[in-house]
């Protein structure tokens, strides 16, 4: 499929792919294989692989897990074109997350998290909206700068999409963007007490390095279309971009991340 793409032309760009661990831990065997793929395209078709570090959970993460990781990807025999960090964007995602409530794709929900566990539904089942879902944008924003600002405790509140609580795929039905967790990030400090959820950061994180070229576990794959279309144009591989157009979608979240499920 690469080797279609390349040799036709089909992007009009160099393969350009990222491997995007989350530091909550050590490297094990099943992750070999996104890092080999990911890392192993970009040598064979003259492309370029980042690594992104996808360090938004300020309960788990550590730098000794980055070092770790960084080590192991050089033991194995590749180093990559740029080192970035999910959680540089936290101020874009946050401007993003105001953009959507602004325009009412986006809520402040207050209930906990069984509450929200609950109104989700089932496979068979459609889920249920919450009571807080036709808060006004203007009553959603008020809230939301609040969270920022610190005034709330973990679990007061938590922003979601507002998608379709009767979508087919669960990972549709409102999922939540931000949450609030009052801890120190090992890298931005106690500068932030709400942190994007996996399924917000990672394909914007994309969007706005310009990885268009992404390879996962297929475990993965439900994750995909939970990323919000509301995003940054991409960039050169390799170069930031301040987040402008809701144009573009990014497509496929990657393996080696832990995904988030209701906070």
């Known amino acids: 499929m690469v080797a279609d793409d390349v040799a036709s032309g089909k992007f009009g760009r ?33 492309g370029k692989c980042n690594l992104r570090f996808d360090d938004t959970n300020p309960f788990t993460e550590d730098i000794k897990y980055v070092n770790a990781i960084k080590e192991d990807i050089r033991w194995l025999g590749f180093e990559w074109d ?67 600002a610190g005034e709330f405790e973990d679990g007061a509140h938590v922003l979601r999409a507002r998608i379709d609580m009767a979508h087919p795929n669960m990972i549709m039905r409102d999922p939540l963007l931000l949450r609030i967790r009052k801890a120190s990030h090992y890298r931005r400090g106690d500068a932030w007490c709400i942190y994007p959820l996996y399924d917000f950061a990672h394909g914007l994180s994309d969007a706005i390095e310009g990885s268009r070229t992404r390879y996962a576990r297929w475990s993965s794959r ?3 279309t939970s990323t919000t279309g509301s995003c940054a144009r991409p960039a050169s591989c390799g170069r930031r971009s301040r987040p402008s157009s809701p144009a573009c979608r990014s497509t496929t979240p990657s393996c080696p991340s832990g995904s988030s499920s209701a906070w």
């Open 14 to 46: 160099a393969v350009c792919t990222r491997f995007p661990p989350e530091p909550n831990g050590y490297l094990h065997i099943g992750h070999s294989k996104s890092l080999v793929l990911n890392f192993g395209l970009a040598r064979d078709f003259g």
């Open 82 to 148: 740029n080192e970035f960090y999910a959680s540089d964007y936290f101020e874009p995602l946050y401007d993003i997350a105001v953009k959507l409530v602004k325009e009412g794709k986006a809520y402040v929900d207050s209930q906990n998290e069984e509450e929200i566990r609950s109104g989700r539904g089932t496979v068979t089942t459609p889920g249920t909206d919450s009571p807080y879902r036709s808060r006004t944008p203007d009553e959603n924003l008020d809230l939301l700068e609040r969270m920022k």
């Open 222 to 224: 439900t994750t995909a």
